[in-house]
């Protein structure tokens, strides 16, 4: 009977997913396309698994969620993991209005339908809420739709550096 001791074998990280690395890629393209610049703190020259790496252990928060009628988390770097007190296989999947108390989910839903009608938008601020509780407000986010690269529409994508716990 063979034995493998858990401790030698690293769980794969999210970035080196197939699936993941092509959203990454779909993530900072779509920003480039939309905003005109790219991401901040990403290589100027790497390989696609290096930027999705990058991309996942950014400074800054970025997440993204599929284009359902009630989207779900595609997507949530380390540094959003980490605000909204949640591991990876907790995000993906979850729907994206959870991130928003009951109460603020009205004003979140116009704000994606802004961003669905314009294409981005780089003035939200919210109040967001963690898997513990713990109450936030978000700096300038900016919100961006996700192309695929045949055009179609896939979801949507935000990035903020700045919170302020509340």
């Not at 769980?11 to 092509?22: G, H, K, L, T």
């Not at 390989?47 to 993204?64: G, I, N």
């Not at 605000?83 to 704000?111: C, H, K, N, Q, T």
């Not at 919100?143 to 949507?156: A, I």
Request: proline share 6%; aromatic share 10%; hydrophobic share 35%.
């Amino acid at each position: 009977m063979l034995h493998h001791d858990k401790g030698s074998v690293s769980p794969m990280q999210p970035w080196q997913n197939e699936s993941i690395i092509q959203l990454s890629q779909i993530i900072i393209q779509s920003f480039h396309e939309r905003l005109g610049n790219p991401l901040s703190n990403l290589p100027d020259s790497a390989t696609q698994q290096q930027l999705a790496q990058a991309l996942y252990e950014a400074p800054y928060v970025v997440l993204a969620h599929d284009g359902a009628a009630d989207p779900c988390f595609t997507y949530a770097n380390l540094a959003a993991q980490r605000l909204w007190e949640l591991e990876w296989d907790e995000f993906i999947g979850m729907p994206s209005r959870y991130s928003a108390e009951p109460d603020l989910r009205e004003v979140r839903a116009a704000m994606l339908e802004r961003v669905q009608r314009d294409g981005y938008i780089d003035d939200y601020r919210g109040i967001r809420i963690s898997k513990t509780g713990r109450r936030f407000e978000l700096g300038k986010t900016i919100v961006w739709n996700l192309q695929v690269p045949t055009g179609d529409y896939c979801g949507q994508a935000a990035t903020f550096s700045e919170w302020t716990p509340l």
